[in-house]
């Protein structure tokens, strides 16, 4: 068995593969068998009579059980064939969680996991009759749409132990009795729905289908403890005192879940971010509780003003509201004090090996490791007076991680000035000591976080229970990656020194301030991250996908406008009034009963260059001699008279007359146009990268530098919008018709407007 020596308290992972072993000196027993000890007892058990479906149950609960006092107790039950199924094993391990510290009560455990229970065909059938006649109503009407899970979930919860698989054989059996065979109607797809943020609910018909935000985020989520439940999560280390320790910790919070946001206060936030913001908030709101925005800010190196800020207006943003705002630099008197505690326990020592000799994962040890405890006190005081220079001494803490990183650093020196605490600190935690407690202090349920830092699960435990203080749970999923794109705060820095973008919003990049500026609404991403969702995968997108859930957005947001790109004259020679005209313009075309406004109608209008043609091809609708068009809700259709060219041969303007729509026979087609228009400049924006995957050598062997796209933005000085929009601030969207969805950028100024193209009407096919 493990004993009480070395370097890790039975949480993290040696370099020869195997478990750590426990440290020593004060503080809880850590100690855990190493997963080779519970492999070797579970075999024992069966000696060479093992059939596969036992053989799996065995692997699994060695696998999953952590506890060498109960692994031996539930391997014989599976070994006596009185456990059989993988749903008996999970109820099993959930007992045996729910009781780490406690005599096990054998009839009472037996009762749990359906030890002896055997369900009948005919019992199945009578239940799936039962279910299917509670619901016999909604089946009928919406037959082979209505959630089938639902009828099994039920038939479940009647049934526990029965075998999965047999009832839904008896669903199927039964639903096709009552509704016969699926007809074409049952085969066409449901309406598509999308959720909506400002409401907290879904639009669309769904019927039964119908999902909260929590089972659209959470994914993984549904394995997830309930609070005060820690100790029942797979590898959770309890320690003699972790039952008091969560009392407490349920007498503080009530049960109530906690999330939180901690994003270092050192750059912009990403499209990435979104997903980690939706899913923490939205956790929390799901289930009634809260969620921090805590700003990780231990490297004062390179923290800003204008991060803290951003981050803070981009969470608001998405429409989320922070149960508190909090900074890891409220918490340095506590986390100092914390550090002489662990020097005193034993499991921290001041270490002078420089940071190119600890790096990497298989470093040689420190041979300050075993110095004695009032050494590394007095050493760690001096460290916090400044007598080291940086670089000179960290303090290390005495465990493996499980991608072989030991002794990870706890603090570090750095004579830098913090941005809240001034010169009061020239040490500073790092994040692998600092974040795990500052959860501990905030009480946090569920520490969610991005799947590299599953190697840090193991010191997250050790530190809290080394400490002796409420441990969090630690849950890792997939990160939200783009394609086209780079979003290391680094490369993107590098992308603003030369000048390849503006700023960290420069509208090609995928920050959130970006996404904002270019017109991406706050729903469109949140929908984005839902319809991703969250699983332990990491997920890797295409643009486009993004750019359909802004399009389903704003195609109910965005009033419609009408402006011209490459403006064209036109005048009407036969102009059917002394004095402008007042058209009438729907907001939304589709439902008019939310607005118009009004454009004026002259003799002088412009239309798009591209509408016009002296040569007819063979599929061209739009203007051309001899080929009239309607001017889109102007009522009235035009036909060429006369072409007018410059010097060079170029169409300069187009002398036309027109006629009542209503009375001439219907055009071909309606073109969009503009009279008495503002001035405005245009910018239309494509990929910044020509390439999937930018950062990838063998794409592109040059670097993301050498694979910028030259026509990822084009600017237009001398379009023109209709007057409508002339009380527009930035931010505020528009359709513009036939063109796509733009935004008004900050830099307008007056009546001089500037427009971000936001998404085109339709996806560019060649972006698919």
């Known amino acids: 068995t493990a004993t009480p020596q070395g370097p890790v308290a039975g949480t993290g992972q040696g370099r020869d593969g195997r478990r750590g072993r426990g440290s020593a000196g004060p503080g809880p027993a850590l100690t855990l068998p190493p997963p080779r000890w519970r492999r070797r007892q579970a075999r024992g058990a069966l000696g060479s009579g093992l059939d596969k479906a036992t053989g799996t149950l065995l692997y699994n609960a060695a696998a999953r059980l952590r506890d060498p006092k109960h692994l031996g107790f539930l391997v014989g039950y599976i070994a006596r064939r009185q456990i059989l199924t993988d749903l008996q094993l999970g109820a099993a391990l959930e007992y045996l969680r729910s009781h780490p510290l406690e005599p096990l009560d054998t009839g009472d455990f037996e009762r749990a996991c359906g030890v002896g229970v055997c369900v009948t065909p005919e019992q199945i059938e009578e239940a799936v009759e039962a279910v299917i006649g509670e619901h016999r109503a909604e089946l009928l009407a919406q037959r082979y749409h209505f959630n089938m899970g639902l009828l099994m979930g039920e038939a479940r919860s009647w049934l526990r132990w029965a075998d999965g698989k047999t009832i839904k054989n008896e669903v199927d059996l039964q639903v096709l009795h009552l509704l016969g065979p699926k007809t074409e109607a049952d085969l066409e797809k449901?309406?598509?729905?999308?959720?909506?943020?400002?409401?907290?609910?879904?639009?669309?018909?769904?019927?039964?289908?119908?999902?909260?935000?929590?089972?659209?985020?959470?994914?993984?989520?549904?394995?997830?403890?309930?609070?005060?439940?820690?100790?029942?999560?797979?590898?959770y280390v309890v320690t003699p005192n972790t039952m008091a320790l969560l009392k407490q910790h349920l007498a503080i919070t009530g049960g109530q879940v906690r999330t939180r946001f901690p994003p270092e206060p050192n750059g912009i936030l990403h499209i990435g971010h979104a997903k980690a913001i939706n899913f923490n908030f939205g956790y929390a709101k799901a289930n009634g509780g809260v969620c921090f925005l805590r700003y990780d800010d231990t490297n004062p190196e390179k923290e800003e003003e204008k991060y803290f800020t951003a981050i803070r207006e981009m969470v608001e943003w998405l429409g989320y509201q922070p149960y508190a705002v909090t900074h890891a630099s409220d918490y340095f008197d506590q986390l100092y004090t914390w550090a002489l505690e662990l020097i005193r326990r034993g499991q921290a020592y001041v270490c002078h090996q420089k940071v190119e000799e600890i790096k990497g994962h298989n470093p040689p040890p420190s041979p300050w490791r075993d110095r004695p405890v009032e050494e590394s006190l007095l050493l760690f005081e001096d460290m916090r007076k400044g007598k080291f220079g940086e670089g000179e001494a960290t303090l290390r803490m005495k465990l493996m991680m499980e991608d072989g990183k030991m002794d990870p650093v706890a603090y570090r020196v750095k004579f830098t000035p913090h941005h809240r605490t001034g010169d009061k600190w020239c040490i500073y935690p790092t994040y692998d000591y600092t974040h795990c407690l500052c959860d501990s202090i905030e009480h946090i349920t569920h520490s969610l976080c991005t799947k590299e830092f599953q190697a840090r699960r193991s010191s997250y435990f050790w530190l809290c229970n080394a400490l002796d203080v409420y441990c969090p749970v630690q849950w890792e999923y997939g990160r939200l990656n783009l394609l086209y794109t780079v979003v290391s705060k680094r490369k993107i820095i590098r992308l603003v020194e030369t000048g390849a973008v503006r700023d960290w919003d420069d509208p090609r990049l995928f920050t959130l301030t970006a996404l904002r500026r270019r017109g991406f609404p706050p729903e469109a991403i949140n929908n984005f991250c839902a319809r991703v969702g969250v699983t332990v995968a990491q997920a890797t997108m295409e643009p486009h996908l993004l750019e359909a859930c802004v399009r389903e957005v704003l195609n109910e947001q965005a009033?419609?406008?009408?402006?011209v790109l490459e403006p064209l004259k036109v005048t009407i020679t036969n102009f059917p009034a002394p004095k402008a005209l007042e058209v009438l313009v729907p907001n939304f075309p589709a439902d008019e009963s939310r607005g118009f406004h009004k454009v004026p109608f002259k003799p002088t209008v412009y239309i798009e260059e591209t509408d016009f043609r002296e040569e007819v091809d063979k599929g061209y609708k739009r203007l051309a001699p001899g080929q009239p068009v309607g001017l889109r809700h102007a009522g009235y259709v035009i036909a060429v008279q006369n072409v007018i060219k410059d010097a060079s041969g170029r169409v300069i303007e187009l002398e036309v007359t027109c006629t009542k729509s209503d009375v001439s026979e219907k055009p071909k087609a309606f073109i969009h146009w503009v009279s008495e228009p503002l001035a405005c400049e245009v910018r239309l924006y494509e990929r910044l990268f020509l390439h999937k995957n930018p950062e990838d050598p063998s794409e592109v062997p040059g670097g993301f530098l050498s694979d910028l796209n030259p026509d990822s933005l084009r600017v237009v000085h001398n379009a023109m919008v209709d007057s409508s929009v002339l009380s527009a601030r930035p931010f505020d969207k528009f359709q513009f018709e036939r063109l796509g969805y733009f935004s008004v950028d900050p830099d307008s100024e007056g009546e001089r407007m500037v427009f971000n193209r936001t998404v085109t009407l339709k996806e560019d096919p060649g972006k698919a």
């Open 190 to 235: 449901k309406p598509k729905v999308m959720w909506r943020h400002e409401t907290g609910n879904w639009d669309g018909e769904v019927g039964t289908e119908t999902r909260s935000l929590l089972e659209q985020l959470r994914g993984e989520a549904l394995k997830f403890h309930k609070p005060g439940e820690n100790y029942k999560t797979e590898g």
């Open 559 to 563: 009033p419609r406008a009408m402006a």
